[in-house]
């Protein structure tokens, strides 16, 4: 059992240092209990309070896998994208392609391109410029709902009363940041500064 717990830490690319270290300590038994939305969605805790602490992302990416293991998260593809976004910041590059490549929706259910997102999020990874243009251009593409207005990129909803504004096409800006900073690393090009309009 101790050689296969050894192995599996190798596979995942797992950090002693970082399973180890007081700071990442949580009850882990508690953070498994939560409900799906209060350890994905909640952002003072689950799995991104943990993530937010100084050197604890590999033991926030290996917690959302010991989560994601459970029957209640079958099928949440997020929870797989979000682990796979913390294995890129890590540079865990095979890990995040495997993952992402998990995270594709039928293409029936994918009417706001996130298909496409993913497609540019892996390009990215693999360091393939082309294809990465490719998935951005195509996403830029798509139209949005009907029955919603655009109005200078952003889609406006009604939310009781309400006005939200999101950007349109969703995660477009995400795209336009790893071309921006295509030569940087996930966790610099995924920020808000490679999406400024300075940063092009």
Known sequence: MALFSMVLALAMGASTAAASDPACAVDRSAMLALSVEAFDQDMGGGWRALDARPGCQQAAADLLAAYRAQPKA???????????????????????????????????????????YVDGSIAFLQQDRTALQQARDALALIAPPADMPVVDGMLILNDNGNEQRIPWPPNLNVLDGLMHCFDKPYREAYGMACRAPAAR
């Open 74 to 116: 079958a099928g949440i593809m997020l929870l797989v994208w979000h682990e796979a976004q913390i294995r890129a910041d890590l540079g865990q590059t095979a890990q995040a392609v495997a993952l992402m490549q998990q995270s594709y929706k039928p293409a029936a259910q994918d009417r706001a391109g996130w298909n496409l």
